[in-house]
């Protein structure tokens, strides 16, 4: 009911179109519409939609016989469905993390379940996902299916025995993401970035590296807690204010994961933020840089935004992410407030230009060099990431900042000259 009522609160704010859709996106996250059933609702979990899809493939006997695995995922926060075979069809049904697999198994002959098995990940507003084949002679069709949905199969060694093994070895189909982010004061801003961070990024694998460029307020007590309550968190501390650019390479110094996520401290994340910038760089080899929308950019990749509080934030975005499933489009410039690139591609071009000092104008700086080199740079329309724009620069005074982007913008040019000169 808490989440019935904060929907007819927001709806009078939003557009007729945005409401269709967010009513469409709750019809899917609400408990009640994820079993064809429709059990009583105290049988259900809170459902989790950020982290990837399970797709279990089989037939009824073999997806009966695999159902307290599939509940185990979804007890931890793992979207469950299946496709099953039915005479000459294939049916598939979503379940999420509420309804059971018997539940589903129980009414498969009621006929609702006749869709395209390409609409399924649309359908659960997944795009990461993996395809479990629950018996030997259901690999080919799954493999099959694969390119078609984007989801890899889960290899034929991985045991179906061990719980805990089970989704281990689902969690290392999915490269490590590395989340980088430079903090210099702002820490009510910083706390509000994490506390986004840890509530809507299911992804199943990523670690978060703070460089504190040595902030005099709250910061690094905020950032002491945080430490201490997750795991996946390390803090770096710089007893001098290093800048931007260089602070982002000192994260990326210490960071473990194949992709880096560049993510500043005035930004707010959205539901199924960071497997939306994935699976871009999964599916378009080319890319070497993608990002989400905002409404708080100077480009191609802003958007206006209905809501007027970051409480309504989430709800929102939920619709446009349906609305704007797995669509993206090419940029000439990424600003780096939020960005993922491979590991790979940022050891290539030797990271960030610290010559930009404090910063301004390393990102128009970074996705020359990207594109100069045959990468694409993407804008990911399914993402969407608040952001409070130039926190930290609003301490500085007019002049300043007026004269480190004049400064800047001119060693851009300066350098951007001197590379094609070299060709």
């Known amino acids: 009911m808490l989440v019935l009522r904060f929907s007819s609160a927001v709806a009078r704010r939003i557009p007729v179109n945005l409401r269709l859709a967010a009513l469409q996106v709750l019809r899917r996250i609400w408990p009640a519409g994820r079993s064809p059933v429709h059990p009583d609702p105290e049988h259900y979990s809170t459902p989790s939609w950020t982290k990837p899809l399970l797709v279990f493939v089989g037939d009824g006997e073999t997806l009966a016989a695999h159902a307290d695995l599939a509940t185990w995922g979804q007890e931890q926060g793992w979207p469950v469905a299946f496709i099953a075979r039915d005479g000459q069809d294939w049916r598939w049904g979503l379940l999420g993390t509420a309804a059971s697999p018997q539940q589903w ?17 649309r359908q659960a507003a997944s795009p990461l996902g993996v395809l479990v084949p629950t018996a030997p002679n259901y690999r080919p069709q799954a493999e099959a299916w694969s390119p078609r949905l984007g989801f890899p199969v889960l290899p034929p060694s991985t045991s ?85 650019p260089a602070a982002c390479n000192q994260a990326a110094g210490e960071a473990q994961g194949e992709i880096f996520c560049l993510l500043n401290n005035d930004t707010v994340v959205t539901p199924g933020w960071l497997a939306s910038l994935v699976d871009e760089l999964l599916r378009r080899p080319k890319v070497g840089l993608v990002g989400p929308t905002s409404q708080g950019v100077a480009n191609e990749a802003r958007v206006n935004a209905p809501y007027r509080s970051l409480e309504e934030l989430p709800l929102w975005a939920l619709a446009r ?4 499933f797995r669509r993206s489009r090419s940029m000439g410039m990424l600003a780096l407030f939020c960005a993922a690139t491979w590991r790979r591609i940022w050891e290539e071009l030797g990271g960030l230009d610290e010559d930009f000092g404090l910063g301004l104008f390393e990102d128009d700086d970074f996705s020359f060099r ?27 005074s007019d002049t300043g900042y007026w004269q480190l982007y004049e400064r800047n913008r001119k060693l851009f040019w300066q350098k951007r000259k001197a590379r094609r000169q070299q060709r």
């Open 160 to 244: 179906f025995h061990h719980a805990e093994k089970f989704y281990a070895a689902v969690t290392r189909l999915f490269p490590p993401v590395s989340l980088l982010v430079v903090a210099y004061n702002e820490a009510e801003a910083t706390e509000a970035c994490l506390q986004s961070l840890y509530a809507h990024t299911g992804y199943p694998r990523w670690e978060v590296i703070v460089v504190d460029n040595a902030s005099t307020d709250e910061t690094p007590q905020v950032l002491d807690r945080w430490a201490r309550e997750e795991s996946n968190l390390k803090v770096v501390r710089n007893q001098v204010n290093r800048g931007f």
């Open 370 to 396: 990207l594109r100069e080199r045959g990468y694409d740079l993407r804008c990911r329309l399914d993402a969407f990431v608040h952001h409070f724009q130039s926190s930290s620069f609003s301490r500085l």
């Open 105 to 121: 198994l129980a009414t498969r002959q009621n006929g609702s379940l006749r869709w395209p098995v390409e609409d399924l990940p």
């Open 321 to 324: 992410r349906q609305r704007y």
